[in-house]
T-cell receptor, first 115, second 113 residues
Framework: DTEVTQTPKHLVMGMTNKKSLKCEQHMGHRAMYWYKQKAKKPPELMFVYSYEKLSINESVPSRFSPECPNSSLLNLHLHALQPEDSALYLC??????????????FGEGSWLTVV | GESVGLHLPTLSVQEGDNSIINCAYSNSASDYFIWYKQESGKGPQFIIDIRSNMDKRQGQRVTVLLNKTVKHLSLQIAATQPGDSAVYFCAESIQGGSEKLVFGKGTKLTVNP
């Protein structure tokens, strides 16, 4: 079972709403990720936080705003989304140990539907 | 550039047979590879990994083979079971480099009883 916990599992929001996705891990990992996955496609990287600092932003639109309150928590704030943003949003974490390989562990995802 | 692809998008096997899922990668600098299993409605689940200083690594019923000469990766599943039905992704990264993990397109494995 995954040790990366995501809430909510399902979210339906209107295009004018503001909502947040939450992620938590207690593995002591120092890197946390947000991925987006459309149906029948591989996960696509959105953001990476390393040691609580944003290290990678894959040119994600500003309507997605990540936040890392501490080393165990990662949020994704959503505002003014479009229907095409509907997807499975996956949170992941890794020890980011450059000496032993960067195995990334995923949560079960939050299914987002924008109406 | 960095990209990982797969030779076959779908694979159908009989229960009890061995399965082989293939993956091609293009970034010769990639030195760490992971196979993930994703069941319907769930997140990707780590199966097995391999570093570029190895050609083969075995786990429980799974074996990963790495051929750096032709930039090819494969996942072998022994005695495939219905519970193995899922989409399988290979992914690559560079140790000591970016935290980025690049995924291949995925292969859907269907195990027939």
């Amino acid at each position: 079972d995954t040790e990366v916990t995501q809430t909510p599992k399902h979210l339906v929001m209107g295009m004018t709403n503001k909502k947040s996705l939450k992620c938590e891990q207690h593995m002591g990992h120092r890197a946390m990720y947000w991925y987006k996955q459309k149906a029948k496609k591989p996960p696509e990287l959105m953001f990476v936080y390393s040691y609580e600092k944003l290290s990678i932003n894959e040119s994600v639109p500003s309507r997605f705003s990540p936040e890392c309150p501490n080393s165990s928590l990662l949020n994704l704030h959503l505002h003014a989304l479009q229907p095409e943003d509907s997807a499975l949003y996956l949170c992941a974490s890794s020890s980011f140990d450059r000496g032993s390989g960067n195995t990334i562990y995923f949560g079960e995802g939050s299914w987002l539907t924008v109406v | 550039g960095e990209s990982v692809g797969l030779h076959l998008p779908t694979l159908s096997v009989q229960e009890g047979d061995n399965s082989i899922i293939n993956c091609a990668y293009s970034n010769s600098a990639s030195d760490y590879f992971i196979w993930y299993k994703q069941e319907s409605g769930k997140g990707p689940q780590f199966i097995i990994d391999i570093r570029s200083n190895m050609d083969k690594r075995q786990g429980q019923r799974v074996t990963v083979l790495l051929n750096k000469t032709v930039k090819h990766l494969s996942l072998q599943i022994a005695a495939t079971q219905p519970g193995d039905s899922a989409v399988y992704f290979c992914a690559e990264s560079i140790q000591g480099g970016s935290e980025k993990l690049v995924f291949g397109k995925g292969t859907k494995l269907t195990v027939n009883p």
